[in-house]
């Protein structure tokens, strides 16, 4: 089993690394060709608009939409949960589009720009989870067929709509790999179900 990690811009390192630590072989993805040989795709943080532009421009925004729809696993974090959203508040920037929530982006005022925080996260287990925002945004709202994992004070910060896992914190930099292993079984399970 290979997970790719979409490799235009951003924490793909840490991705990579946190992967490789749990025995998880990786693929950079930069090709529709990439996606052929991936059970799952991670989308990292970075800058969502530059994101969205560089996608169409090598050709990976559509081929990953439909990978997505026909059930291809993805995990975004940061600006991948920004392009995994149908809406995003006053952007028509480039998205993939595949999950029903509506986001804020830069939600957080400048001095909160960047925060961490333990919160509880019932699907990792009892023990808080370490959260890491950078200019983070949110999910002010979903639809009835998206799972709410992560909610504080009415935002949502974790979220699962089928194969689709969105998380508005930076789990590649925590040492603490529960964010990563809750993806790899949505990444089994969708293989056993094949
Ligand atoms: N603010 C960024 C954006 O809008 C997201 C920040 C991040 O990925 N750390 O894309």
Known sequence: ???????????????????????VATVDVQSRQDLYEISGLILPGGESTTVG????RYGL???????GRAG???FGTCTGLILL???ISNSSQFRLGLMDTYV??????????????????????SKPYHTIFIRAPYIKQAEKN?????????????????????AAFHPEL?????????????????QTSQ
């Open 1 to 23: 089993m290979k997970i790719g990690i979409l490799a235009l811009q951003g924490a793909v390192r840490e991705h990579r690394d946190l992967l490789h630590r749990l025995g």
């Open 72 to 74: 291809l696993p993805i």
């Open 61 to 67: 925004l559509k081929p990953i939409a439909e990978a």
């Open 174 to 190: 925590t040492s603490d790999t529960r964010v990563h292993e809750y993806f790899l079984r949505i990444v089994a399970t969708a």
């Open 53 to 56: 532009k560089l996608l169409v």
């Open 104 to 125: 804020e982006r830069n939600a957080f005022g400048r001095q909160l720009a960047s925060f961490e925080a333990d919160m509880p996260i019932p699907v990792l287990g």
């Open 85 to 87: 959203s149908r809406h």
């Open 146 to 166: 998206v799972t709410e994992l992560l909610t504080h004070e009415g935002k949502i910060f974790f979220a699962q709509q089928g194969n689709l896992l969105a």
